[in-house]
């Protein structure tokens, strides 16, 4: 089935470095690629979306690009604050009308610190 | 606007307690989803109604009810729940489309403690 892998572990990284959050994905067919944001005690906030390949999201500095040839979706942002802490969730959508899925990745948690 | 709104933001109820939570758009979307999240895991789908129709069930125990009254609003009744059901409730909406084009919009959530 589809499914959506991101890499392990939390991210720790100084206010102004340069943020880089691996998913790639496994699919048929032609997904819709997401980013979700959760902050802390708070639901999921769509961060960026890319719909067909070399579409590039972006969204408050983030950046996205769907690479069906690496079928990867990896977000980047130059330069991180303290109000990027949170947790970052990789997703890919297949079918419509009604019976959409969402599979999603584990989720990054991504601390920054002053 | 992509706003999804849900009621209460927390709700704390015994094992024999009825309650119920409530998720509302304004978007004109005609689809709309309940999910469970545990803490540090990926949300997981529960229910997906589409044109007001339950299209999807996760295999959802029968404690969990949803209804979709119209095409605004979309309920969760909560009856004899235990405690491994603590968890954020989330509500999604999303306008059908074709293929996978649909994008869906999460609410706040709903933080459940089942006592």
């Known amino acids: 089935g589809d499914s959506v892998t991101q890499m392990e572990g939390p991210v720790t990284l100084s206010e102004e470095a340069f943020l880089t959050i691996n998913c790639t994905y496994t699919a048929t067919g032609y997904p819709s690629l997401f980013w979700y944001v959760q902050y802390p005690g708070e639901g999921l906030q769509l961060l960026l979306k890319a719909t067909k390949a070399d579409d590039k999201g972006s969204n408050k500095g983030f950046e996205a690009t769907y690479r069906k040839e690496t079928t990867s979706f990896h977000l980047e942002k130059g330069s991180v604050q303290v109000s990027d802490s949170a947790v970052y969730f990789c997703a890919l959508s297949q079918k419509g009308y009604g019976n959409n899925r969402l599979a999603f990745g584990k989720g990054n948690q991504v601390v920054v610190i002053p | 606007d992509t706003e999804v709104t849900q009621t209460p933001k927390h709700l704390v109820m015994g094992m024999t307690n009825k309650k119920s939570l409530k998720c509302e758009q304004h978007?004109?979307?005609?689809?709309m989803y309940w999910y469970k999240q545990k803490a540090k895991k990926p949300p997981e789908l529960m229910f997906v109604?589409?044109?007001?129709?339950?299209?999807i069930n996760e295999s959802v125990p029968s404690r969990f009810s949803p209804e979709c009254p119209n095409s605004s609003l979309l309920n969760l009744h909560l009856h004899a729940l235990q405690p491994e059901d603590s968890a954020l409730y989330l509500c999604?909406?999303?306008?059908?489309?074709?293929?996978?084009?649909?994008?869906?919009?999460f609410g706040p959530g709903t933080r459940l403690l089942v006592l």
């Open positions: 109604y589409s044109y007001e129709k339950l299209s």
């Open positions: 999604a909406s999303s306008q059908p489309r074709a293929l996978s084009k649909e994008t869906q919009y």
């Open positions: 978007m004109g979307h005609r689809a």
